[in-house]
């Protein structure tokens, strides 16, 4: 249900129990829409988050995101933060490569900044 403000599938919970939910609306639409599109709490809220386990669709390759964070000449993860929280960061870049790229390349900040240890 966009554009409630709701954060959170606690937050849906919530909103269910205070009796404002249409009747049209599933109680539980992670199950009637489980075959039919759902993409998850963030999508059915519109929060901008995205699942860790779900990243892999929304994100560029591992490959491709380190390069462009090497191409920014950042030297720190604390630098880093302060880029994703900037309005520069491409949307399919995750703020939390450590999280995304677990397991599919992530080798520290030292190896996504392009940092010589």
Not at 26 to 51: I, M
Not at 58 to 66: E, I, V
Not at 83 to 102: E, F, L, M, R, W
Request: glycine share 12%.
């Amino acid at each position: 249900m966009r554009g409630l403000g709701l954060k959170s599938a606690g937050e849906w919970r919530d909103y269910i129990k205070s009796g404002m939910k249409p009747d049209d609306i599933p109680v539980a639409p992670h199950h009637v829409y489980a075959n039919d599109g759902w993409a998850g709490w963030s999508d059915w809220l519109e929060t901008g988050r995205v699942a860790t386990y779900l990243a892999q669709y929304r994100y560029r390759s591992f490959k491709k995101a380190r390069a462009l964070a090497r191409e920014l000449g950042l030297v720190s993860s604390s630098e880093w933060r302060a880029y994703c929280k900037s309005a520069k960061k491409p949307d399919d870049i995750p703020a939390n490569p450590q999280d995304t790229y677990a397991g599919a390349g992530w080798a520290g900040w030292g190896d996504w900044l392009g940092q010589k240890t």
